[in-house]
């Protein structure tokens, strides 16, 4: 089974002034089709710039990164927004919907960069509330929504135009205990059921136990690997 | 349309802050609907299609010198003359300075040369045989409420009578009517008998203000003004002869530039609008940045982010000035409908509209431009940042 991700010899150096700082080192990693993958280490480990990379948010310095068979590396930037909007789904800490707009418009964004009609958009996205729990809160504007709804919002947001990955940068960062495992149960079932392939940066070991794998991130280089027990 | 709504939403995110924008908006396109209004009737008064064939003479030296009345059987003679008459300007106030409109001694034949206004035979022949006789416009009548056979006193100005009073009295013998609304506001002068004020003015007798020819063919228009001018060449009444559009364009433009000094006051308006709504979308932009960064992030591209924010405030300015240009246009129809054609104000028609809506959308580009390619150069994992 070929690797949905593969990164190969992966560098990033951010340059600050006259300093150059080296936040990934040589990185080489494989990610399988429909992994679960936790991406832990300590704060500046490179954690997220890891993941920006693999979601097409950034550009490496050195190395490639490999999609779907495709190096997104070498893509323009419009040529990276465009594969962004129909490969990946991404989930921030602190959500970031879009305070004015309700649930089921932050919910269609994505669909808007499609050809579909407005009302194939609005089934779309009522189908993808309906799967995070939320149908009941369609017209609420995020200031109307707890924490652990406004996520699983932003979760429906992710996966509205069905991208094969999805990257979550601490989920449940912001989240109380009883809301980050229900984000992490349904980050689960989204996997198991529907077979994303889920990339999740988190500091915290019991939101790592969600995942299928975890890997170790320390000063820019891979160190450690562990199999989650089977559930 | 699919981000009508997108946008839409983003205006009002900060509802106060976009109303009070949207109020200067509407407050700006409200003064730009009443000034252009302002502008096109003098506009039009200078540029009426109506007397194309009609040569206005008046002194070289200035329009407020008068001319021999001789000079009229050698202009008559003239090859390609079809009719002349000639006018004086009395400048009589009627009751209180404010009411203010034209007042003109003309000859007897005078409304022969004016064929596009509406007069009838007995009013005309009531005019030519009345001495104290006036004729005035049907807006003029409405606005004082005069009617047929009424005495109308104007105080002379600059035309005592003989006997040194100021006080001039005219009976209201006809009142014309000019069809082409365009050209309303020609129905706001008085005419009385030139042979009365001659007869009866203190200084200045045998001498007229200006001679107004109608040409048999328009084409011979020049050769005409070139004729009449030569009659008077080498004299110490030496003439100038020009068509009555250019006449009148002349004539407005003794109030001042009208097209300058509307445009010197809508610039400084316009000017503030640009700050103050670019400061608005600057700062609104500024807020919503991880929001952009959002956008960028689900796959919207640098172009598209530039194209909503360009929308967004074009969309701000059209909304305001939209609601701006449609008050204007109800405060004109209000004025016109109360004072009639002697305020100079066209209608709010597709004209200014035209210059309206392009005016909002160029501020809304203006306007929106920095903050557009602000937005649309953010590298995405700095704004999520926070950076």
Same mark, same amino acid.
């Given at each position: 089974?070929? =690797?949905?991700?593969?990164?190969?010899?992966?560098?990033?150096?951010?340059?600050? %002034?006259?300093?150059?700082?080296?936040?990934?080192?040589?990185?080489?990693?494989?990610?399988?089709?429909?992994?679960?993958?936790?991406?832990?280490?300590?704060?500046?480990?490179?954690?997220?710039?890891?993941?920006?990379?693999?979601?097409?948010? /950034?550009?490496?310095?050195?190395?490639?990164?490999?999609?779907?068979?495709?190096?997104?590396?070498?893509?323009?930037?419009?040529?990276?927004?465009?594969?962004?909007?129909?490969?990946?789904?991404?989930? &921030?800490?602190?959500?970031?919907?879009?305070?004015?707009?309700?649930?089921? $418009?932050?919910?269609?964004?994505?669909?808007?960069?499609?050809?579909?009609?407005?009302?194939?958009?609005?089934?779309?996205?009522?189908?993808?509330?309906?799967?995070?729990?939320?149908?009941?809160?369609?017209?609420?504007?995020? %200031?109307?929504?707890?924490?652990?709804?406004?996520?699983?919002?932003?979760?429906? $947001?992710?996966?509205?135009?069905?991208? +094969?990955?999805? !990257?979550?940068?601490?989920?449940?960062?912001?989240?109380?205990?009883?809301?980050?495992?229900?984000?992490?149960?349904?980050?689960?079932?989204?996997?198991?059921?529907?077979?994303?392939?889920?990339?999740?940066?988190?500091?915290?070991?019991?939101?790592?136990? &969600?995942?299928?794998?975890?890997?170790?991130?320390?000063?820019?280089?891979?160190?450690?690997?562990?199999?989650?027990?089977?559930? | 349309?699919?981000?009508?709504?997108?946008? *839409?939403?983003?205006?009002?995110?900060?509802?106060?802050?976009?109303?009070?924008?949207?109020?200067? !908006?509407?407050?700006?396109?409200?003064?730009?609907?009443?000034?252009?209004?302002?502008?096109?009737?003098?506009?039009? =008064?200078?540029?009426?299609?109506?007397?194309?064939?009609?040569?206005?003479?008046?002194?070289?030296?200035?329009?407020?010198?008068?001319?021999?009345?001789?000079?009229?059987?050698?202009?008559?003679?003239?090859?390609?003359?079809?009719?002349?008459?000639?006018?004086?300007?009395?400048?009589?106030?009627?009751?209180?300075?404010?009411?203010?409109?034209?007042?003109?001694?003309?000859?007897?034949?005078?409304?022969?040369?004016?064929?596009? *206004?509406?007069?009838?035979? =007995?009013?005309?022949?009531? &005019?030519? +045989?009345?001495?104290?006789?006036?004729?005035?416009?049907?807006?003029?009548?409405?606005?004082?409420?005069?009617?047929?056979?009424?005495?109308?006193?104007?105080?002379?100005?600059?035309?005592?009578?003989?006997?040194?009073?100021?006080? *001039?009295?005219?009976?209201?013998?006809?009142?014309?009517?000019?069809?082409?609304?365009?050209?309303?506001?020609?129905?706001?002068?008085?005419?009385?008998?030139?042979?009365?004020? /001659?007869?009866?003015?203190?200084?200045?007798?045998?001498?007229?203000?200006?001679?107004? +020819?109608?040409?048999?063919?328009?084409?011979?228009?020049?050769?005409?003004?070139?004729?009449?001018?030569?009659?008077?060449?080498?004299?110490?009444?030496?003439?100038?002869?020009?068509?009555?559009?250019? &006449?009148?364009? =002349?004539?407005?433009?003794?109030?001042?530039?009208?097209?300058?000094?509307?445009?010197?006051?809508?610039?400084?308006?316009?000017?503030?609008?640009?700050?103050?709504?670019?400061?608005?979308?600057?700062?609104?932009?500024?807020?919503?940045?991880?929001?952009?960064?959002?956008?960028?992030?689900?796959?919207?591209?640098?172009?598209?982010?530039?194209?909503?924010?360009?929308?967004?405030?074009?969309?701000?300015?059209?909304?305001?000035?939209?609601?701006?240009?449609?008050?204007?246009?109800?405060?004109?129809?209000? !004025?016109?409908?109360?004072?009639?054609?002697?305020?100079?104000?066209?209608? !709010?028609?597709?004209?200014? *509209?035209?210059?309206?809506?392009?005016?909002?959308?160029?501020?809304?580009?203006?306007?929106?431009?920095?903050?557009?390619?602000?937005?649309?150069?953010?590298?995405?994992?700095?704004?999520?940042?926070?950076?």
């Amino acid at each position: 089974m070929s =690797a949905l991700v593969e990164i190969r010899n992966l560098s990033k150096i951010y340059e600050r %002034g006259k300093q150059k700082i080296e936040v990934l080192h040589h990185v080489q990693l494989d990610i399988e089709a429909g992994d679960f993958m936790a991406l832990m280490g300590p704060s500046g480990s490179g954690k997220t710039t890891l993941l920006n990379l693999i979601g097409g948010l /950034d550009s490496p310095t050195d190395g490639s990164i490999t999609i779907g068979g495709q190096r997104i590396d070498r893509l323009s930037e419009s040529a990276l927004a465009k594969w962004r909007s129909s490969h990946v789904g991404f989930v &921030f800490q602190f959500y970031n919907l879009l305070p004015m707009l309700s649930a089921r $418009r932050n919910v269609e964004l994505p669909l808007l960069l499609t050809r579909l009609s407005a009302a194939q958009r609005k089934r779309n996205a009522a189908v993808a509330l309906q799967l995070v729990g939320l149908a009941d809160r369609a017209a609420h504007k995020p %200031g109307e929504l707890s924490g652990g709804q406004q996520q699983r919002v932003a979760i429906a $947001r992710a996966i509205v135009s069905d991208p +094969t990955l999805l !990257v979550c940068d601490e989920p449940t960062g912001d989240l109380d205990r009883q809301s980050a495992a229900e984000v992490l149960t349904l980050l689960q079932q989204l996997n198991r059921d529907h077979g994303k392939t889920i990339i999740m940066v988190t500091h915290d070991p019991k939101a790592a136990e &969600f995942a299928k794998h975890t890997l170790q991130l320390d000063k820019g280089s891979l160190v450690a690997s562990a199999q989650a027990a089977p559930a | 349309m699919k981000y009508l709504q997108l946008v *839409w939403s983003a205006m009002f995110r900060r509802k106060t802050r976009t109303v009070f924008t949207l109020l200067s !908006v509407l407050a700006a396109f409200l003064l730009f609907g009443l000034l252009d209004s302002v502008r096109s009737a003098f506009a039009n =008064a200078a540029s009426s299609v109506a007397g194309v064939d009609r040569l206005v003479t008046v002194s070289k030296i200035s329009f407020t010198m008068s001319l021999p009345k001789s000079l009229l059987s050698g202009i008559a003679a003239l090859p390609g003359v079809a009719k002349v008459t000639y006018a004086n300007w009395f400048g009589g106030i009627y009751q209180d300075p404010k009411n203010f409109f034209a007042n003109e001694a003309v000859a007897d034949n005078f409304f022969d040369l004016y064929p596009e *206004w509406q007069l009838s035979q =007995a009013e005309r022949t009531a &005019f030519r +045989t009345t001495r104290t006789g006036a004729v005035v416009g049907e807006s003029l009548a409405k606005k004082y409420n005069w009617k047929l056979g009424d005495k109308i006193p104007l105080q002379a100005t600059i035309f005592p009578q003989k006997n040194g009073g100021n006080a *001039w009295t005219f009976d209201l013998v006809g009142i014309y009517r000019v069809s082409n609304p365009k050209q309303k506001n020609q129905e706001s002068i008085l005419f009385f008998n030139w042979d009365y004020f /001659d007869e009866a003015r203190a200084f200045g007798n045998g001498n007229v203000g200006w001679y107004i +020819t109608q040409v048999s063919d328009r084409k011979l228009a020049q050769q005409v003004a070139d004729a009449i001018d030569a009659l008077s060449a080498n004299s110490d009444h030496e003439t100038k002869t020009q068509t009555e559009q250019a &006449f009148n364009a =002349a004539f407005v433009s003794q109030y001042g530039d009208i097209g300058l000094i509307v445009g010197a006051i809508m610039g400084a308006v316009f000017f503030t609008l640009i700050l103050l709504t670019g400061n608005t979308m600057a700062q609104a932009v500024r807020e919503r940045v991880p929001e952009l960064a959002v956008l960028k992030t689900i796959g919207f591209s640098n172009h598209s982010v530039l194209a909503l924010l360009l929308a967004e405030s074009v969309l701000l300015i059209v909304f305001g000035g939209a609601i701006g240009l449609l008050l204007a246009g109800v405060v004109v129809d209000a !004025v016109r409908a109360a004072v009639g054609e002697t305020v100079p104000m066209t209608r !709010v028609g597709a004209a200014i *509209w035209l210059r309206g809506v392009g005016l909002m959308v160029l501020i809304g580009l203006i306007v929106g431009a920095l903050p557009a390619r602000r937005g649309m150069r953010l590298r995405i994992v700095d704004a999520l940042a926070g950076r």
